[in-house]
């Protein structure tokens, strides 16, 4: 009887993970379902960019004076494009702000013709700039045209103000635009595993 209790309890051991792993994929599965579902779009932090902020003296026009995309990053924006389109996302509407690290970040996920848009430019060390931007941001797409996917690769202050999470490079949030206008995060997808 001793055995059989072990031998049952190694099992149901063995087994716990197997089923946390498999309610998590389909969690992830429904969220790529909804990425492409009319009325939702896409929030994603750029990509592993070693540091914090910015250098003194950044200049916005000059990619060498900021915090760039790592290899790692590159590689990285790029296996998020490949998990968009191995889940029915071949194309989308991309957005991003001008630092380079986020633009940089979207060109990489090859789903479509990259547009700046200042309002996901980041705030950080600017709190005072933050409040009237998400502001602006959340005015901007309250008509904003989500009967296709939409993009938009920003900073973490952004999506932190925007949604109320905080992420990591390269995670991705779904939100969904209520119609009241009220923007609800459906979940979360981590960034791919490089």
């Known amino acids: 009887m001793t055995r059989l209790f072990v031998a049952l309890t190694v099992l149901l051991l063995s087994l716990t993970p197997l089923s946390s792993k498999t309610a998590t994929d389909k ?6 379902k909804l990425a492409a579902t009319p009325g939702h ?3 994603i932090r750029h990509a592993t960019a070693p540091g914090n902020g910015d250098p003194a003296g950044f200049d916005i026009e000059n990619c060498a004076t900021q915090r760039l995309l790592s290899e790692g ?3 990285e924006a790029r296996s998020i494009g490949e998990e968009f389109r191995d889940n029915g996302v071949p194309r989308a509407r991309v957005y991003s702000s001008r630092w380079c690290r986020c633009h940089e970040t979207a060109q990489l996920l090859s789903l479509g013709t990259v547009e700046r848009w200042p309002l996901l430019d980041s705030f950080h060390g600017k709190p005072e700039k933050g409040a009237a931007q998400i502001a602006e941001l959340r005015a901007a797409l309250l008509p904003f045209d989500l009967s296709s996917p939409a ?3 920003t ?11 905080s992420v990591a490079s390269g995670e991705i949030v779904v939100v969904k635009r209520e119609q009241d206008g009220a ?5 979360r997808i981590p960034a791919p595993a490089n």
């Open 41 to 43: 779009f896409v929030l």
């Open 151 to 153: 993009v938009f690769v």
């Open 155 to 165: 900073h973490h202050t952004v999506i932190a103000s925007l949604v109320g999470v």
């Open 27 to 32: 969690e992830i599965a429904r969220l790529w």
């Open 183 to 187: 923007l609800v995060v459906a979940g």
């Open 73 to 75: 990053g590159k590689a």
